[in-house]
Each structure stands twice: as C-alpha cells, then as structure tokens.
C-alpha cells in the first residue's frame, strides 16, 4: 500500500450516502492539500471537492455543492467525503490524492499538483 488508500465505496441507490475514507501513513496531516477526485466510464477525470489542512478551507465542483462535505480527523489521519442525495450521475471510481506540504490556506482541484495518489474505490448509484 502507498502513503494513501481509498475506503468506503460500494452501491447505493439514489437518494442514499456515502462516506468515503482518504487515509494517510507516513505524513503528519498539519500543512497538506487532499483533493477527492473522479472518474466515470468514458469520461475524463473530474474534481469533486479538496480541503486545506491549514485553514481547513474547503472547495467544491458546482456538480457536487451542498451534497459532498470534505472534512480532515488529524488525530486519525484521514480525509473524509460524505456524500448525501447520490445521483446516478455520481457513479464513478474516486481517488484521493495528496499534497505535501501544502502550506496554502486555499485548496486547488488540479490534478497535477497533487503528488500521492491512492488506488481508488469505486461507488455505483443505482436503483
């Protein structure tokens, strides 16, 4: 396993939730960035949500607003993303991925800033 792995994926129908595990080994989550990335069959991949661990500072894609919810445990070392009100259009394999350090207090959802990825979970909403 790398310094990052993925948890929480599975089936849900639409309308149910999620909550998605991003744990981290080997970093103190002090100054870092995690960004939830996703990717759904034939579709490029996306940014869901990213959070800044020094001012815990959170952003969301417009797609996701007021449904995901980013947040950081330190003392357990792991990112979460709680998903409410699931959509088909959700479906998809997610990723977290880390930057560190990250001593910004916004967050960014380029992929190519962040350095440690892990291997995704993959959630499916259907009926």
């Known amino acids: 396993q790398g310094p990052v792995v993925e948890s929480g994926g599975g089936l849900v129908q639409p309308g149910g939730s999620l909550r998605l595990s991003c744990a981290v080994s080997?970093?103190?989550?002090?100054?870092?960035?995690i960004g939830w990335f996703r990717q759904a069959p034939g579709k490029l991949r996306e940014g869901v949500a990213c959070?800044?661990?020094?001012?815990?500072?959170?952003h969301y894609a417009d797609s996701v607003k007021g449904r995901f919810t980013i947040s950081g445990d330190n003392a357990e070392n792991t990112v979460y993303l709680q998903m409410d009100s699931l959509r088909p259009e959700d479906t998809g394999v997610y990723y977290c991925?880390?930057?560190?350090?990250?001593?910004?207090?916004?967050?960014?959802?380029?992929?190519?800033?962040?350095?440690?990825w892990g291997q995704g979970t993959q959630v499916t909403v259907s009926s």
């Open positions: 959070i800044s661990g020094r001012s815990n500072f959170a």
């Open positions: 991925a880390l930057r560190y350090p990250w001593y910004d207090n916004s967050c960014t959802d380029d992929a190519s800033e962040y350095t440690y």
């Open positions: 080997g970093f103190t989550l002090d100054y870092y960035a």
